[in-house]
Nanobody, 121 residues
Framework: VQLQASGGGLVQAGGSLRLSCAAS????????MGWFRQDPGKEREFVAA????????YYADSVKGRFTISRDNAENTLYLHMTSLKPEDTAVYYC???????????????WGQGTLVTVSS
């Protein structure tokens, strides 16, 4: 599976962004998908995950109620809709695919290249 993340940019605090992750290669409908983020100097952390059908999702406490993960298997695309953005949400955001349902980054097999989100105060 090849993953291509896009949609990052500069936004003011309180604003919104939608990230996309286009998948190609092997069948997209099977893998569970996730978003992770990494601030320079910090470890990559889990943000959100959605199961293969889109029927189940899970969020980090820090984004719960503000971010929504979704997928369109017909379009082979994963999304992360981010609202009420805060400066602490600034990071490079990565999409990833896994055959397992997990929040642990080492259990994700395929990774996109990342897209930078910068939230100004």
């Amino acid at each position: 599976v090849q993953l291509q993340a896009s949609g990052g940019g500069l936004v003011q605090a309180g604003g919104s962004l939608r990230l996309s992750c286009a998948a190609s290669g092997r069948t997209f409908s099977r893998p569970n998908m996730g978003w992770f983020r990494q601030d320079p100097g910090k470890e990559r952390e889990f943000v959100a995950a959605v199961n293969w059908s889109g029927g189940m999702s899970y969020y980090a406490d820090s984004v719960k109620g503000r971010f929504t993960i979704s997928r369109d298997n017909a379009e082979n695309t994963l999304y992360l809709h981010m609202t009420s953005l805060k400066p602490e949400d600034t990071a490079v955001y990565y999409c990833a695919a896994s055959t397992r349902w997990s929040t642990k980054l080492n259990l994700y097999d395929y990774w996109g290249q990342g897209t930078l989100v910068t939230v100004s105060s």
